[in-house]
């Protein structure tokens, strides 16, 4: 036994390491102390703290370090310095411009970070010696080295066509998109200096996807973040190519097959967001809002704005020149569609511009409001402020018995619109009502047997909602949901057996009437769907009879024909 348990835990141990990716080291030795040393590779670099970096972040391979260093010998004579010189060296990490081992130690340096780093002959300067013939062949060496800075260097094509170099980080860490509008400032050159490209002193706004000046522009652009500032190494592939550009449109000309150097700030960006999903009603954030909150669907929102044509027209003011704001509850379509919409992604205190089509603003209609007409079919424009709103809560924000009060508020809401019509929106509002009795909402006793009969109920009349709308898959499910927990539920087999027959299933339509007519033989509305089954059935058959009658008849009739050419051959 002892033997079989030996050899279990070394398959699980076998297991453990093949879950780790080829090279990867694990790092869980602690951060060194001043004074203390360890060795950082099998190779044999070991490292000194001398002095605490700042912060918690390291330069990588391929990054511009600027460093300080002195090497020596082990008994202490010194063969390299840039403390006699009084001028640091700006290295790029992993090419060994020191020497080849020495790289290694740096990227595990912060920011105003000394630490004396030993080097093995192999990863100093080996058999041919160094340091000006001062360094013997196959000499340890210790480096004594200050990471003053370091410059992140970026491959952003993958290919070196477009290389970037961080000067300056940017705050936060959002990044525009392809829809957001960018300010940027920028000056381009050639590798000689020449200036063929330079943005005034206040920079230049654009959408991210228009592009602008070369393709090499927006691709770094949604790399970067507000404040950010970049050089950028441009090959032709990425810039003009080989035929370079003619002067124009302000621009100067660029030689063919020319690199370009761009210095390029991120000064802001106006976030623009697709609120529908098909740019039928487009956001752009003029001011960010307060907190993470939005307002949500079913919020009670205060808002202010001016509203005009495509030409500029306005045509409705709310909260402008002593007009009182519009306060409205989302998603209970008591304003245009585009504007409510919207208005639910919303913070407290965000101003943004809406662009509405007329999908979601007024349509094919005329529409008179407070200061112009809106004629049919008119893009329209709104200019809103969010003043304040009040979230609805979401179901994890509540305790039992608001749970429970808030899905009997959703189930009347949902049952008024189901009267109305508007079955679309009252199935929304089943839906919101099962979220806040769900089967994980640890209920009590009384409460969970009523919060059962109301999450069957809301998946019940969802299922109704569906059928009214002709999605039958929908309602299937819902009905089969019913029925996973209440298996003689006539209401759910009957539905479901609505939905049965109109996507063509007889059989399982069948199945689920006689269900229904086991536990309440004298339902009449099942009686009634079991007589347009029926019939259904009889024409299902006719059509196969004929399908069958033609198939057989096409089948004899090649049979004939390949008997006589038998006989005749």
């Not at 040393?37 to 330069?59: A, F, I």
């Not at 198939?551 to 038998?566: A, P, Q, S």
């Amino acid at each position: 036994m002892e033997a079989e348990k030996a050899t279990d835990v070394s398959d699980i141990q076998n297991e453990d390491e093949l879950d780790e990716e080829p090279g990867e080291v694990i790092e869980s030795a602690p951060p060194l102390k001043v004074g203390e040393e360890r060795e950082l590779s099998t190779s044999g670099l070991k490292k000194k703290l001398l002095k605490r970096g700042h912060g918690y972040e390291t330069p990588e391979l391929g990054d511009e370090a600027t460093v300080h260093y002195v090497g020596t010998l082990l008994d202490g004579t010194k063969f390299e310095s840039t403390r006699d010189r009084d001028e640091p060296l700006t290295i790029k990490l992993g090419q060994g411009r020191v020497v080849k081992g020495l790289d290694h130690g740096v990227v595990s340096m912060k920011k105003g970070e000394i630490a004396l780093f030993t080097l093995p002959a192999e990863l100093g300067y080996g058999v041919v010696g160094g340091g000006g013939s001062v360094v013997p062949s196959n000499a340890i060496v210790r480096f004594e080295v200050e990471l003053v800075s370091w410059i992140t260097v970026v491959d952003l094509s993958k290919d070196g066509g477009i290389v970037k170099k961080i000067i300056e980080k940017g705050k936060r860490n959002e990044r525009p998109g392809d829809l957001d509008e960018v300010l940027v400032t920028y000056r381009v050159a050639l590798v000689d200096g020449t200036v063929v490209a330079e943005t005034p002193e206040e920079g230049i706004e654009f959408y991210v996807k228009d592009g602008h000046f070369c393709s090499a522009l927006p691709k770094a652009i949604k790399t970067m973040k507000r404040g950010e500032k970049v050089r950028l190494i441009v090959q032709p592939q990425y810039a003009f190519g080989v035929e370079g550009r003619d002067a124009n449109n302000g621009f100067h000309s660029v030689p063919p097959s020319s690199v370009l150097n761009l210095d390029l700030e991120l000064v802001s960006f106006k976030p623009v967001i697709d609120v529908t999903g098909d740019a039928k009603v487009i956001k752009k954030v003029l001011k960010e809002g307060e907190g993470a909150w939005v307002s949500n669907e079913s919020a009670s929102v205060t808002v202010s704005y001016i509203a005009r044509l495509e030409d500029g027209t306005v045509f409705e003011k709310k909260g402008i020149d002593g007009e009182q704001p519009l306060e409205f509850i989302t998603d209970e379509e008591q304003v245009i569609a585009g504007l409510d919409r919207a208005v639910a992604t919303m913070k407290k205190g965000e101003q943004a511009i809406l662009t509405i089509h007329p999908d979601f603003g007024f349509g094919s209609i005329e529409a008179r409001r407070d200061l112009a007409v809106v004629p049919p079919h008119s893009n329209i424009v709104f200019e809103v402020e969010m003043l304040d709103f009040i979230r609805e809560k979401a179901p994890w924000e509540m305790i039992n018995h608001e749970r429970l009060e808030a899905a009997r508020r959703k189930k009347e809401e949902g049952n008024l619109l189901f009267i109305e019509g508007k079955y679309q929106k009252a199935g929304k509002k089943y839906d919101k009502g099962a979220d806040y009795v769900s089967e994980d909402g640890n209920f009590g006793d009384d409460e969970s047997k009523l919060a059962r009969e109301l999450r069957l109920s809301f998946w019940l009349n969802g299922a109704a909602c569906s059928l009214k709308l002709n999605d039958f898959q929908e309602a299937i499910k819902l009905c089969s949901k019913v029925l996973d927990i209440e298996f003689h539920n006539v209401k759910a087999l009957y539905r479901r057996a609505q939905a049965y027959m109109q996507v063509a299933d007889l059989v399982l339509a069948e199945l689920d009437i006689k269900k229904a007519l086991e536990v309440d033989p004298q339902n009449r509305e099942v009686k009634l769907i079991e007589k347009n089954l029926k019939r259904l059935q009889v024409e299902s058959n006719k059509r196969d009879a004929k399908l069958y009658t033609n198939i057989f008849g096409r089948m004899t009739k090649k049979l004939k024909v390949e008997k006589v050419k038998n006989e005749k051959s």
